[in-house]
Structures are given as C-alpha cells and as structure tokens.
Nanobody, 121 residues
C-alpha cells in the first residue's frame, strides 16, 4: 500500500517554528517530485513549495519565500518542511504530495492525510 505519513504539526505562537515531515512508502520515492500544499480555513488549497526528484528546491510561493525551506532525503523516503517566523496566516492543513516525474511514474499522484498547523497567541 502507498502511504504518505505526515507529522510535526501542532499549535505554535506567532514568530515560532515548526518542522513538518512526510515519510513515504509503497512507491519509488526518488522518481517523484515532492510538494507541500496547504489549505487555510475558507480558502482554496495552494502550493507552498516543491522540490525536484534529485533534491534541488525548485519553487516557493511568495507567501512563504524566505521563511520556509523544503528538503528531502531519498535514502529515508522523507520530505521535510521547515517553517520559521510563523504568523497566523500560515494556519492551515498542510498536505504532502508526490507527483510522478518519470515515464514510469508520470500520472501517479499521491497525497498525504494532512497535518494541522495552528499559529495563535
């Protein structure tokens, strides 16, 4: 079975930090672009960051640029999102997504279950 198991969410005060992790299994992790999406209350899901299959960061949304860092460890089948200088606008459910990036894997997308991040005093 395919699993994307997320952890690290929780309640944090404004200005604080959290590190999200997503551990993948059941597919060839190194063949997939990994992304973090988030969905705030009353808003559509948005792409926060993605990282290429070889580990080079490729994109950050303007809203998180300079504060968030995406990384991956293909040996551990894990992608992380380090979130610093958090503010209430970062409150959202954060989702890990795997997107196939090879001939064999293209068209295969997997989503994690989501983890809640709440930034509040």
């Amino acid at each position: 079975q395919v699993y994307l198991v997320e952890s690290g969410g929780g309640l944090v005060q404004p200005g604080g930090s959290l590190r999200l992790s997503c551990v993948a299994s059941g597919f060839t992790f190194s063949e997939y672009v990994m992304s973090w999406y988030r969905q705030a209350p009353g808003k559509e899901r948005e792409l926060a960051a993605f990282i290429s299959a070889d580990g080079t960061p490729n994109y950050y949304a303007d809203s998180v640029k300079g504060r968030f860092t995406i990384s991956r460890d293909n040996a551990e089948n894990t992608v992380h999102l380090q979130m610093n200088s958090l503010n209430p606008d970062d409150t959202a459910v954060y989702y890990c997504k795997a997107t196939g990036a090879t001939v064999r894997s293209i068209g295969h997308d997997y989503w994690g279950q989501g983890t809640q991040v709440t930034v509040s005093s």
